[in-house]
């Protein structure tokens, strides 16, 4: 206020509850006859009948500001067909648009909605648009996607019939695949088939083709009985990164998580499963927790790294301890959350930090005291550490670097294993040592000269890698 600073609202992170300024916006105008006051005081009913009545409501939005006028996919297969463009604003006296060369417009209703086949390339989706006796312009970029089977992921008990599906294609052929135990239902030649499935072991596949494209794909079926990450049972999650708390892996009582109700009791994600899920938070969290549950995750780590914890937790009351384990073994624990006033009013809690390695692939949280909600998890680069090097919590040395006939490597303690691997991630040396072996001295006049990745493992499950240059 008068070129002064009094405040400040930073978007942090936790989501458009918090930061709702990058979403559409109503207004909302009412009586409010009563609230905390009249409700204890009481409403005399002799003021009865009132009205609001409303003048104008103008809304400002600078010129430049009118952008994003373009709802649709921004992401399409190879002759992706019937495709919807439109307009997001509603009242425009004209909208004139224009598609790539090798895509074709089918159709425009209402003038703000466009039909598109698309052809093979990407290309730019324009909107011109006249209002209030002004002329706004968008470009939408549209990039190819990849090809990818949709569908059923599990095999069932039931033999109930799986379905798959392509994403639609005009002018295409569709071959689809199935093992011998298996049979094409309905659909073949479609890019959607309904399959008898029963309980076999195998892949799906299509071979699809086009003008623009001429390959197969396949999808893998998996035994219902298994432990996946979800909600891609082919990709665990990637740490650093985020995962939702509703993100457990698919495996259901006892294997994927331990809950102790046997339905849901809330109304959020994953009806199906016994874990309580609500919409405290945007894309949902566990609520509910009581002591003795448990979540686990399928994670991927592609080098090891400080990672530093930031929960998003509420608690009426407070609640906990909570503990983080790795492959089974603790992290963290006895991290106790603070009481938030609310069953939904979260808080992003840092939880603790510790060391992941390539060879971490499980994630458990663990309530040892119940009385809490978890929505998303963070899990980004530790910075209280500072360590540039991990491999200083052994006090490993790698030398010489660059190396032609041999590599020394020492550490502070027990190494057991030492590996050699290409730059494309292919093992070229592997050496289990005897126990003590502090000092080992590895011969490599067999490698070709380039960059490699040098992974020592010690006695103590601590993983380190380096590169070295091999002359």
């Given amino acids: 206020m008068d070129d002064e600073k009094y405040f400040t609202y930073e978007n942090n992170g936790d989501g458009w509850s918090a930061w709702p300024f990058d ?20 409403v005399e009913d002799t003021i009865f009948p009132q009205k609001m009545e409303i003048d104008y409501v103008k809304v400002y939005k600078k010129k430049d500001q009118l952008s994003n006028l373009i709802d649709g996919e921004e992401k399409l297969v190879p002759n992706a067909a019937n495709v919807k463009f439109s307009s997001r604003l509603l009242n425009g006296e004209s909208y004139k648009w224009s598609v790539p060369d090798d895509a074709e417009m089918l159709s425009q209703d209402t003038n703000k909605n466009i039909y598109v086949n698309w052809g093979c390339q990407q290309g730019d989706v324009i909107l011109s648009t006249n209002f209030n006796e002004e002329t706004y312009n968008d470009t939408l970029s549209v990039s190819p996607k990849d090809l990818k089977i949709q569908g059923d992921y599990f095999w069932n008990k ?37 399959v008898e499935w029963n309980e076999a072991n195998g892949n799906v596949s299509v071979d699809v083709s086009n003008e623009c494209t001429d390959e197969q794909i396949q999808r893998k079926i998996l035994n219902p009985d298994g432990q996946y990450p ?32 046997s339905t849901n009791q809330g109304d959020g994600p994953r009806q199906d499963n016994g874990v309580d899920t609500q919409y405290s938070e945007p894309n949902g969290n566990v609520g509910w927790i009581e ?20 929960f998003r ?27 938030t006033e609310g069953w939904g009013n979260f808080i992003t809690q840092n939880i603790g930090s510790f060391l992941l390695t390539p060879e971490d692939t499980l994630l458990r949280i663990e309530a040892e005291g119940g009385g809490f909600n978890l929505g998303r998890m963070q899990f980004k680069e530790g910075e209280a550490t500072d360590l540039k090097n991990v491999s200083d919590l052994a006090n490993l040395r790698i030398y010489p670097n660059p190396a032609k006939n041999r590599l020394v490597i020492e550490a502070s303690e027990p190494i057991y294993s030492v590996e050699v691997l290409n730059m494309l991630g292919i093992k070229m040396r592997h050496k289990i040592l005897p126990s003590h072996t502090k000092q080992f001295v590895l011969n490599i006049p067999g490698l070709e000269t380039g960059m490699y990745i040098i992974r020592v493992k010690t006695r103590s499950s601590k993983l380190f890698s380096k590169q070295f240059l091999k002359r």
């Fill in 23 to 42: 979403h559409p916006f109503h207004l909302i105008l009412n009586i409010a006859i009563g609230g905390d006051w009249g409700g204890a005081e009481g």
């Fill in 158 to 194: 039931d033999n109930n019939p799986l379905l798959f599906f392509l994403d639609s294609m005009h002018a295409t052929t569709f071959k689809w695949s199935v093992p011998e135990q298996a049979s094409i239902i309905q659909g073949q030649g479609t890019n959607a088939i309904s």
């Fill in 230 to 261: 979800y909600p891609d049972p082919y990709q665990p999650h990637i740490l650093p990164g985020n995962i939702e708390a509703i993100h457990y892996d698919y495996g259901g009582e006892g294997i994927a998580y331990h809950d102790l109700g």
């Fill in 291 to 310: 002591t003795g549950e448990w979540l686990e995750y399928s994670i991927e780590v592609q080098d090891t790294i400080f990672i530093e914890c930031n």
């Fill in 313 to 339: 937790t509420a608690s009426f009351g407070g609640g906990g301890p909570l503990s983080v384990l790795i492959n089974g073994k603790k992290q963290i624990t006895d991290v106790m959350i603070p009481d």
